[in-house]
T-cell receptor, first 113, second 115 residues
Framework: GAGVSQSPRYKVAKRGQDVALRCDPISGHVSLFWYQQALGQGPEFLTY????????KSGLPSDRFFAERPEGSVSTLKIQRTQQEDSAVYLC???????????FGSGTQLSVL | DQQVKQNSPSLSVQEGRISILNCDYTNSMFDYFLWYKKYPAEGPTFLISISSIKDKNEDGRFTVFLNKSAKHLSLHIVPSQPGDSAVYFCAARRIGSGNTGKLIFGQGTTLQVKP
């Protein structure tokens, strides 16, 4: 595709529900990042994939957060038993290599009620 | 621990004038710095970058200055245009063995350019 695609664009969940957020990176991009952006803040790193390998998950805030990229392209960020503090915009970014500029998707805005 | 700081949440500038956005960092291991621009309901888009071996990089109306001794960088936009109105994020990363290239972002500065 032309850019990084994320779905859904908006997600409303009741507290305790599980959610799954999808990211379609630019075709052929090796690196894929997930970021969390709270209101009025900058994006905060969650996790990084190089192809299908998850090389860095140091930013995941708790074991309720899980990410995968099984075939080295599409990635899913799953949040189990959502809490109100999980409300944020979740951004996915991809890049052709390791130290190249990141291309961001428009994000998924998650609201937990 | 905020490693990249943008201490001005907002900035308002008249069209045609210079906009100066500032960024400070604390980690001396950062060796590459980037500015991203974000419009509402869109993801951040890359604007300009600078390596730590340089002190200035210019691209059209945009210039980034790096002062390593002060751990400070700034983005200059000259002349400012109404279409430049957006949130600007400063970001930094380490290049080297074992690093993933992840970016550490500042909190952002909202720039408003008035016609």
């Amino acid at each position: 595709g032309a850019g990084v695609s994320q779905s859904p664009r908006y997600k409303v969940a009741k507290r305790g529900q599980d959610v799954a957020l999808r990211c379609d990176p630019i075709s052929g991009h090796v690196s894929l990042f997930w970021y969390q952006q709270a209101l009025g803040q900058g994006p905060e790193f969650l996790t990084y994939f190089q192809n299908e390998a998850q090389l860095d998950k140091s930013g995941l805030p708790s074991d309720r957060f899980f990410a995968e990229r099984p075939e080295g392209s599409v990635s899913t960020l799953k949040i189990q038993r959502t809490q109100q503090e999980d409300s944020a915009v979740y951004l996915c970014a991809s890049s052709p290599g390791i130290y190249e500029k990141l291309f961001f998707g428009s994000g998924t805005q998650l609201s937990v009620l | 621990d905020q490693q990249v700081k943008q201490n001005s949440p907002s900035l308002s500038v008249q069209e045609g004038r210079i906009s100066i956005l500032n960024c400070d960092y604390t980690n001396s291991m950062f060796d590459y710095f980037l500015w991203y621009k974000k419009y509402p309901a869109e993801g951040p888009t890359f604007l300009i970058s600078i390596s730590s071996i340089k002190d200035k990089n210019e691209d059209g109306r945009f210039t980034v200055f790096l002062n390593k001794s002060a751990k400070h960088l700034s983005l200059h936009i000259v002349p400012s245009q109404p279409g430049d109105s957006a949130v600007y994020f400063c970001a930094a990363r380490r290049i080297g063995s074992g690093n993933t290239g992840k970016l550490i972002f500042g909190q952002g500065t909202t720039l408003q350019v008035k016609p």
